[in-house]
Structure formats: structure tokens, C-alpha cells
């Protein structure tokens, strides 16, 4: 089922996710939720508090570009990416290389705001999957920085806490345009990827407000 992303400004996104303790089905009907979203939404990565739940679980799949990372070891061993995607994740902690890289980063709570984001290169991650398995992964490139990503939702931390000091000012500014179309979406209880079918000859109901 595809559900309604959750956008900026509403305080879920900034609430720590519990732990989740155990696998149930619950938890693998949101994970599966959850990747129907992503996908419809075009993103490669979705955190449970864009679907509004505060929990520590993830998807991620960047699969579609197999080049956008130069190794992957799960437990030690290569692995082809295709094995690991889409990847579910549960409970992660996070260690880092000391190299790091810049890209421009996107998150389908912010529609159409792209920021450059300096972020560690490498991550060693240890991660539950929804088999119960815990994995440790080490990976780099779209792979890292989308754990990255969403690891920090999971923690309440927002990409654009990481834009550089410097860049913050016009990000700002960026920001407060876009807030002002997202409220509207908002208000109206439509998603930003789902535009809502206006019949023929129908009138804005807003307008009538
Ligand atoms: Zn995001």
C-alpha cells in the first residue's frame, strides 16, 4: 500500500525512532509499505518517519545504478549489490571511514529542495534484517550515503543539519520558498508525489475558503 510521505515541518521527522525489538508482522507489512512508497515516489531510500511512525526501520535500494559503489562486504565477504537490494533495515549503529565526499543529496520529505552535503565516504554499519539476521555491511559511494541518510531520520537528524555552515544562509532562503507550495499540499491532504486527479470543470476547492 502506498502511503502518504510525510513532509518538513511535521515534528515526527524530528522524533528518535524506538528500537524495534522484534519482527512481527506488523513490522514486515510497514517494511513492505514502505518500499511500494519508495518506489512510487522515484527515491532510494524511505525512513519510518516519513510514513509518520517513529520506529528504527529503513529501506533502501540503489540498485538501479550497480556502479554507484566500489565494494560491498556483508560479515567480510564481497557480495554483489543485487544480493542485499532492496535492503531492509532494522536498528542500525553506524561507524565511519575518515574520507569524505561531497554530493548533492534530495529526500522525498523536502519535494524539489537538492543540497550539497559533506558526508564520510565509507561506512561500516550493523544492521538487523527482517529475517532477525544482524549483518555488519561496509560499503561506500550512493550505497553509504543513503544509509547515511536515513539512519540519521531514524534518529531525528534532517540532511539539511549537514549543510555546511556557509551554504546554510541560501539553503534558508531555499527552504522557506518551498515550505510555502508544501503547506498548501498540506492543507489540501494530498501527497507531493500523488497529485490528486482534478476532474474536468472542477473548481479549486481552496479558493472557496
Ligand atoms: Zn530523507
Same mark, same amino acid.
Given at each position: 500500500?502506498? @502511503?502518504?510521505?510525510?513532509?518538513?515541518?511535521?515534528?515526527?521527522?524530528?522524533?528518535?525512532?524506538?528500537?524495534?525489538?522484534?519482527?512481527?508482522?506488523?513490522?514486515?507489512?510497514?517494511?513492505?509499505?514502505?518500499?511500494?512508497?519508495?518506489?512510487?515516489?522515484?527515491?532510494?531510500?524511505? *525512513? *519510518?518517519?516519513?510514513?509518520?511512525?517513529?520506529?528504527?526501520?529503513?529501506?533502501?535500494?540503489?540498485? &538501479?545504478?550497480?556502479?554507484?559503489?566500489?565494494?560491498?562486504?556483508?560479515?567480510?565477504?564481497?557480495?554483489?549489490? *543485487?544480493?542485499?537490494?532492496?535492503?531492509?533495515?532494522?536498528?542500525?549503529?553506524?561507524?565511519?571511514?575518515?574520507?569524505?565526499?561531497?554530493?548533492?543529496?534530495?529526500? @522525498?520529505?523536502?519535494?524539489?529542495?537538492?543540497?550539497?552535503?559533506?558526508?564520510?565516504?565509507?561506512?561500516?554499519?550493523?544492521?538487523?534484517?527482517?529475517?532477525?539476521?544482524?549483518?555488519?555491511?561496509?560499503?561506500?559511494?550512493?550505497?553509504?550515503? *543513503?544509509?547515511? &541518510?536515513?539512519?540519521?531520520?531514524?534518529?531525528?537528524?534532517?540532511?539539511?543539519?549537514?549543510?555546511?555552515?556557509?551554504?546554510?544562509?541560501?539553503?534558508?532562503?531555499?527552504?522557506?520558498?518551498?515550505?510555502?507550495?508544501?503547506?498548501?499540499?498540506? &492543507?489540501?491532504?494530498?501527497?507531493?508525489?500523488?497529485?490528486?486527479?482534478?476532474?474536468?470543470?472542477?473548481?479549486?476547492?481552496?479558493?472557496?475558503?
Amino acid at each position: 500500500m502506498i @502511503l502518504p510521505i510525510v513532509l518538513y515541518g511535521d515534528p515526527v521527522l524530528r522524533t528518535k525512532g524506538k528500537p524495534v525489538t522484534e519482527v512481527t508482522d506488523e513490522v514486515r507489512r510497514l517494511a513492505a509499505d514502505m518500499l511500494e512508497t519508495m518506489y512510487d515516489a522515484r527515491g532510494v531510500g524511505l *525512513a *519510518a518517519q516519513q510514513i509518520g511512525v517513529a520506529i528504527q526501520l529503513a529501506v533502501v535500494d540503489v540498485s &538501479h545504478d550497480p556502479q554507484c559503489i566500489s565494494y560491498l562486504r556483508v560479515n567480510d565477504v564481497d557480495t554483489p549489490m *543485487a544480493e542485499l537490494m532492496p535492503l531492509v533495515f532494522i536498528n542500525p549503529k553506524l561507524d565511519f571511514g575518515k574520507p569524505k565526499a561531497m554530493s548533492e543529496e534530495g529526500c @522525498l520529505s523536502f519535494p524539489d529542495l537538492r543540497e550539497n552535503i559533506r558526508r564520510p565516504s565509507d561506512v561500516k554499519a550493523t544492521l538487523t534484517l527482517l529475517d532477525g539476521r544482524t549483518i555488519v555491511l561496509e560499503t561506500d559511494g550512493l550505497l553509504s550515503r *543513503a544509509i547515511q &541518510h536515513e539512519t540519521d531520520h531514524l534518529n531525528g537528524i534532517l540532511f539539511i543539519d549537514r549543510v555546511s555552515a556557509a551554504a546554510k544562509i541560501g539553503m534558508k532562503r531555499r527552504l522557506r520558498e518551498k515550505q510555502e507550495d508544501w503547506a498548501d499540499e498540506i &492543507h489540501r491532504g494530498i501527497s507531493p508525489t500523488k497529485p490528486k486527479p482534478r476532474k474536468k470543470g472542477e473548481v479549486d476547492e481552496d479558493e472557496e475558503e
